[in-house]
């Protein structure tokens, strides 16, 4: 009997994550919306990926494995009768792949209407990428910062355009010290890209405010992604787990595609959200000058020209009111 109380538990716990977690109920059309994903071949990039393609948009989906990229693409259309889904090889851990993804883009499209960074990941061993930053942090906002950067002339084409980053609740115990030193653990590493993410989508709000492309970050919550993944015993049975307490990648998803799609996020611009919902971030990553101090740092590191420096909105003195 009790093994029967405990089965119904976990269902009804499984039950109630299920109505708690949020969904974007939106009926927007994206015919004639070029969108880029990144990280789509799998999770929740390749559900977001699977959302706005079902809604007609023109859909980039961009990673780094060109067999599980072409699989993705070749699974979308299927699922969704369009045939305007691409893959465009992109590898975050390389700034020279992250150019010429660029160039490519800049070479096949007019415009961008919405970039989603959804792409990330967790490393458990500490090395450098060839550009001689630490590998999740340039994955986690390294790369997405350069890329965001010179894909900005695109999303202003576009205005009314979009920027969404997908960021974590782990956002709250990282810092923006010491970014890329080898010798920070790769869980602190983990939180400290999350934050750099709020902090990041903050800051390019402010200054590209008035231009018409709105950026916002997001948590999609515990979700059961290839983060989790594993082929031995001990993480069978912990996936076995994560399926009743997590959320599934196409739950995780929802509010991806609804900073992506809501017409409540026109002008909503530097907020963070979860479930499809503004909520407050942690009081660091609502700290402005945290967040210049990362934009300066993330701009040395990536090696940004000046032609490709966003400048920061000029500031209207008391005596030109």
Request: glycine letters at 6%.
């Amino acid at each position: 009997m009790w093994f029967l109380w405990f089965v119904g538990a976990i269902f009804l716990i499984k039950a109630i994550g299920k109505l708690r977690a949020g969904r974007c109920y939106e009926k927007t059309v994206m015919r004639g919306k070029v969108v880029v994903v990144t990280g789509a071949s799998g999770g929740i990039g390749f559900e977001t990926a699977l959302e706005l393609a079902r809604r007609g948009a023109k859909v980039i989906v961009a990673c780094r494995n060109d067999a599980r990229g072409e699989r993705a693409v070749r699974t979308i259309s299927r699922l969704t009768r369009n045939e305007r889904v691409r893959y465009v090889h992109l590898d975050l851990s390389s700034l020279r792949s992250v150019r010429k993804f660029v160039e490519e883009l800049e070479a096949t499209e007019a415009k961008l209407d919405v970039l989603i960074n959804n792409a990330g990941a967790l490393c458990a061993s500490r090395r450098r990428t060839d550009d001689g930053l630490m590998n999740d942090m340039q994955i986690n906002h390294f790369g997405p910062f350069l890329l965001t950067t010179l894909l900005v002339p695109l999303l202003k084409k576009a205005a009314p355009s979009r920027v969404v980053l997908v960021s974590s609740a782990w956002h709250r115990f990282g810092t923006i010290e010491n970014l890329n030193d080898e010798s920070t653990g790769y869980i602190r590493a983990y939180a400290n890209s999350k934050l750099c993410n709020v902090l990041f989508s903050k800051e390019l709000a402010r200054r590209l405010r008035g231009t018409g492309v709105v950026v916002n970050s997001l948590n999609p919550g515990q979700v059961n992604t290839s983060l989790y993944r594993s082929s031995t015993l001990l993480e069978k049975l912990r996936t076995l787990v994560l399926y009743f307490f997590f959320k599934t990648p196409a739950e995780g998803a929802q509010t991806s595609v609804y900073l992506a799609i809501s017409n409540d996020c026109d002008v909503a611009t530097g907020m963070y959200f979860e479930d499809c919902k503004q909520v407050a971030p942690s009081a660091k990553a609502e700290n402005g000058m945290l967040a210049t101090k990362l934009w300066a740092i993330s701009e040395q590191l990536v090696g940004l020209k000046p032609e490709e420096v966003i400048e920061e909105p000029k500031r209207i003195s008391v005596s030109e009111n």
